[in-house]
């Protein structure tokens, strides 16, 4: 394996692979937030030539604007890993800030969120990037139930918490399971 690696790296093959799975994880983290959607074959074509509006445009059919919509929020996904690759490589530690910092990169381009109001519509409200929420997120499953996320007024807390614990236990503990 040493050895393999080594060749990778001088052959730059390692980082061409790392930016292939970068760019699908950012991809991949939209579609899954439901920012845009197309299918895996549209996915695989901007993996191969780059994330483009023209091609994002003309293989997922989209119209200009929201081509370069769905560009901005991939390109925002994509920024956000990059800080992520430079925390597990130590070169950023974990705080409150770091991952406040992470999440307004992640959600430059995201002006707003699909919310529920207090009669049960749909409605889209302002996203707040960089900042801890404000109102509760409960989403619904499908047998009705509410999946409770924990509350507003805890998150400062529980963020404090997060943090401390990371620390506590970064010393003696393998990165996979931190």
Known sequence: WSQQRQNMQLSDEIERFLQRLKTEW???????????QWDRGVTEVLIKEG???SIIAHRAG???SKAKKAKQLVDDQYGALEGLFAFVK???PLSEYFIRSVHGELTQHQDSVDAVDAHGRRIQVPFLRGTYKTQPNNPRRSDGTAFEYCPPERV???MQRLVELYLE??????PEVL
Not at 28 to 34: A, K, N, P
Request: proline share 7%.
């Open 156 to 158: 400062v807390d529980e």
């Open 169 to 174: 236990y970064e010393p003696s503990c393998p």
């Open 51 to 53: 994330i483009d509006a």
């Open 62 to 64: 989209l119209d200009e």
């Open 26 to 36: 950012a991809i991949e983290t939209g579609l899954i937030e439901r920012l845009y």
């Open 90 to 92: 130590a070169e950023h």
